[in-house]
């Protein structure tokens, strides 16, 4: 099931939150719990028996290294959790990718796993391995009910893209908390913001890239290339945006405070700064639970930059199985050492220059990121600088020419004061209704519409 369905809008919300809001506070995590398992069942039950093993596995090595007074027993408990927690995650990931590339270097002929990837497992293993290494440090205390730990885990607003939640930034809420009219009519407005984002914003900017990809890489002119880049740039923020804000929405429809995973990120004037305002809760987690522990910066700038290193390998295999994630992830690791290197003082100095380097950078990246061949990949690049021009960019610029201006200024704190100023009155009440008439009318005619995370 999807955030962005009839059988999502006009099902499964008024059901739910009708046996949600009725049942006393008491019961409210199972009637969570519940939902949540319905919710991803809808689409992959056969995927079910992971998450029941996940929070197994985790409540018992959570409880037993929180009792265990040796540290040995503890960092036992730890060891067994994360590498059932990660082994799992290659196994349906991962393993097809090595059996592959084995395959071509040996020539073993091994036999592919062929599994299909669970949706959401990347998130929620992340969610559940902080988990563990938080009770390992100290930092939370084991949590004695396995239903809250199971909730923590499956709750639907969040399980299957994100952003993700540190059980620490719920635990309380998970253990009592408050509903408020204020926060559910906000809620709702950000759900339905995220939803314009999505049906309205990012399927139709996307569509120009798709109509680029299907005509072939090779036969497009540098303009419909620069096109389709800014094209899908603007749709894997709109549509990313647009679920994270139906992630929180609807988070505050149900009590908890789920964290903000963006913060206009192509205003950045440097790729650092990009990092801090693109995917904030993964670009955390990596530094919190990976890049902190190696040592940071706090060891040489030779340690700095193999911890680098490993975090942006990591941080680009982690969307995906290829070689274009992994490229992807070295590209931004070349670009960050850069500016640490003292390319930032440049880019402090000079802020315009620094937001069009910093565009120019992250719509290449997202070529590297959208075009799985690397052949292609190469093509598509290629046609940036062929000086090759005809009408079939000018056709394509007046039908997207529109969504394009749109796209463009949304992705801006433009309209921010404006929404924020009106957003509680009645104009801000127009526009969410006229929003979510406009997504209902036109998720009517649309066929199926997943967010593109769903596949990392």
């Given at each position: 099931m999807i955030f962005s369905?009839?059988?999502?809008?006009?099902?499964?919300?008024?059901?739910?939150?009708?046996?949600?809001?009725?049942?006393?506070?008491?019961?409210?995590?199972?009637?969570?719990?519940?939902?949540?398992?319905?919710?991803?069942?809808?689409?992959?039950?056969?995927?079910?028996?992971?998450?029941?093993?996940?929070?197994?596995?985790?409540?018992?090595?959570?409880?037993?290294?929180?009792?265990?007074?040796?540290d040995a027993i503890r960092r036992l408990c730890?060891?067994?959790?994360?590498?059932?927690?990660?082994?799992?995650?290659?196994?349906?990931?991962?393993?097809?990718?090595?059996?592959?590339?084995?395959?071509?270097?040996?020539?073993?002929?091994?036999?592919?796993?062929?599994?299909?990837?669970?949706?959401?497992?990347?998130?929620?293993?992340?969610?559940?391995?902080?988990?563990v290494i938080d009770l390992y440090r100290g930092r939370?205390?084991?949590?004695?009910?396995?239903?809250?730990?199971?909730?923590?885990?499956?709750?639907?607003?969040?399980?299957?893209?994100?952003?993700?939640?540190?059980?620490?930034?719920?635990?309380?809420?998970?253990?009592?908390?408050?509903?408020?009219?204020?926060?559910?009519?906000?809620?709702?407005?950000?759900?339905?913001?995220?939803?314009?984002s999505?049906?309205?914003?990012?399927?139709?900017?996307?569509?120009?890239?798709?109509?680029?990809?299907?005509?072939?890489?090779?036969?497009?002119?540098?303009?419909?290339?620069?096109?389709?880049?800014?094209?899908?740039s603007l749709q894997i923020y709109f549509d990313f945006n647009g679920y994270s804000l139906m992630a929180m929405g609807l988070g505050k429809m149900l009590g908890f405070d789920i964290p903000a995973n963006f913060d206009y990120p192509y205003i950045s004037r440097s790729i650092t700064e990009f990092w801090r305002?693109?995917?904030?809760?993964?670009?955390?987690?990596?530094?919190?639970?990976?890049?902190?522990?190696?040592?940071?910066?706090?060891?040489?700038?030779?340690?700095?930059?193999v911890n680098l290193l490993i975090v942006w390998l990591l941080t680009g295999f982690w969307h995906g199985a290829g070689w274009n994630f992994v490229l992807w992830g070295l590209f931004f690791f070349v670009v960050l050492v850069t500016e640490k290197a003292g390319f930032n003082a440049f880019l402090e100095r000079h802020p315009g220059f620094g937001r069009f380097y910093s565009l120019i950078l992250i719509g290449l990246s997202w070529m590297i990121f959208a075009i799985t061949d690397i052949r292609e990949m190469g093509i598509f690049f290629t046609r940036l600088l062929c000086f090759k021009?005809?009408?079939t960019a000018l056709y394509y610029l007046k039908n997207y020419l529109i969504i394009l201006l749109v796209s463009c200024i949304l992705a801006t704190p433009a309209l921010s004061g404006f929404w924020n100023k009106n957003k509680r009155n009645i104009l801000g009440t127009i526009i969410s209704i006229v929003i979510l008439v406009l997504s209902t009318a036109y998720l009517t005619d649309a066929a199926y519409n997943p967010f593109l995370y769903f596949r990392f």
């Open positions: 369905s009839l059988l999502f809008l006009f099902w499964f919300i008024p059901v739910f939150f009708t046996v949600y809001y009725i049942c006393p506070g008491r019961f409210r995590n199972a009637v969570l719990f519940i939902g949540s398992i319905i919710f991803y069942a809808w689409g992959e039950p056969e995927f079910l028996v992971l998450i029941f093993i996940s929070i197994f596995v985790n409540y018992i090595m959570g409880l037993l290294m929180y009792r265990a007074k040796a730890l060891i067994i959790a994360l590498t059932y927690d990660f082994l799992m995650l290659f196994i349906f990931k991962y393993a097809d990718f090595f059996i592959e590339n084995i395959n071509r270097l040996t020539g073993a002929g091994l036999h592919k796993v062929n599994i299909t990837l669970p949706l959401g497992i990347s998130f929620y293993t992340f969610q559940i391995a902080s988990y939370i205390k084991a949590e004695k009910s396995p239903l809250i730990l199971g909730t923590y885990l499956v709750m639907f607003p969040q399980l299957i893209a994100g952003p993700i939640v540190v059980y620490s930034q719920i635990s309380d809420k998970l253990h009592e908390r408050k509903l408020s009219y204020e926060d559910v009519e906000e809620g709702i407005r950000l759900f339905i913001l995220g939803l314009g999505k049906v309205l914003i990012a399927n139709n900017v996307g569509a120009l890239f798709d109509d680029a990809k299907a005509m072939g890489f090779s036969g497009i002119s540098m303009p419909l290339a620069w096109m389709s880049m800014l094209s899908f305002r693109w995917h904030i809760t993964l670009s955390s987690w990596f530094r919190n639970y990976l890049y902190i522990p190696l040592g940071g910066s706090r060891k040489g700038k030779k340690r700095t930059y021009f005809d009408n």
